[in-house]
C-alpha cells in the first residue's frame, strides 16, 4: 500500500513567506489582499486564478467557496470595534449566485463566538457588479476586539458551501477590517 502525499490543491496564504507584505495598516484600518488568505482550491487553476501581479483571486468555478483569512492582535485594539468587509467584483460572465447567499464570519480571538452576515449575490445591481462592492451587502459586519493576548488572532472568511451547485465569476480584491467610527 502506498503512502505517498500528493501536492495539496488548496492555497495557504497565510503560510506564505511574503504573506505580510499583502496586509497593509493605515490609521485604524488593515487590508489584506488576497495572496495572504487561504483559498479552498486556490491552486488548481480549473478552480482560481490567482494573480500575484494584480493581487486579486479571481474565482473560475467551483461548488465549495471557502476562503479564510487570521490577523495577529498586533494588528488590533482590544476594547475597540470594528467592521469587516470583502471588496469584491461580479465578472460579466458570473454564473450560479441565484440562490446561493454568501456568508462571512468573523471570530474575534479564540476565547469569543463566531459572528455572521450573509449577502444574496443575484440581488446586486447590474450597474454594481463590474465594480467594486462589499460583502456584506448593505451593512457592516461588526465585531469588538476584547482580548489583548498576544497569542489571540482575528480569524474571518467568505463561505458558500450549502447550495450545492456550481458557481464562477467572483473576484476578491481585498479584505477590509477598520474601526467603526
Known amino acids: 500500500m502506498s503512502t505517498s502525499s500528493s ?3 488548496h492555497y495557504k496564504g497565510s503560510t506564505q513567506p511574503n504573506a505580510e507584505q499583502h ?5 485604524g484600518t488593515v487590508v489584506i489582499k488576497p495572496l495572504a488568505l487561504d483559498i479552498i482550491w486556490g491552486k488548481d487553476s480549473r478552480y482560481w486564478h490567482l494573480d500575484a501581479e494584480k493581487n486579486i483571486a479571481e474565482l473560475v468555478q467551483v461548488s465549495w467557496l471557502e476562503v479564510n ?3 495577529g492582535m498586533k494588528h488590533l485594539k482590544p476594547g ?4 469587516l468587509e470583502f471588496k469584491v467584483m461580479l465578472k460579466p460572465d458570473a454564473f450560479g449566485w441565484n440562490n446561493s447567499p454568501v456568508y462571512i464570519m468573523v471570530k474575534p ?3 469569543s463566538n463566531y459572528i455572521w452576515k450573509n449577502t444574496d449575490l443575484s440581488k446586486i445591481k447590474e450597474e454594481q457588479k463590474s465594480s467594486t462592492f462589499t460583502i456584506p451587502s448593505g451593512s457592516f459586519l461588526e465585531f469588538a476586539m476584547t482580548s489583548s493576548s498576544d ?3 482575528l480569524t ?3 463561505f458558500e458551501i450549502w447550495a450545492r451547485k456550481w458557481k464562477g465569476g467572483l473576484v476578491i480584491k481585498e479584505v477590509v ?3 467603526v467610527q
Open 156 to 158: 474571518f472568511g467568505l
Open 177 to 179: 477590517i477598520s474601526e
Open 109 to 111: 480571538g479564540k476565547n
Open 7 to 9: 501536492p495539496s490543491p
Open 80 to 83: 475597540t470595534r470594528y467592521k
Open 151 to 153: 497569542d489571540d488572532k
Open 23 to 27: 496586509v497593509h495598516e493605515k490609521e
Open 69 to 71: 483569512g487570521s490577523l
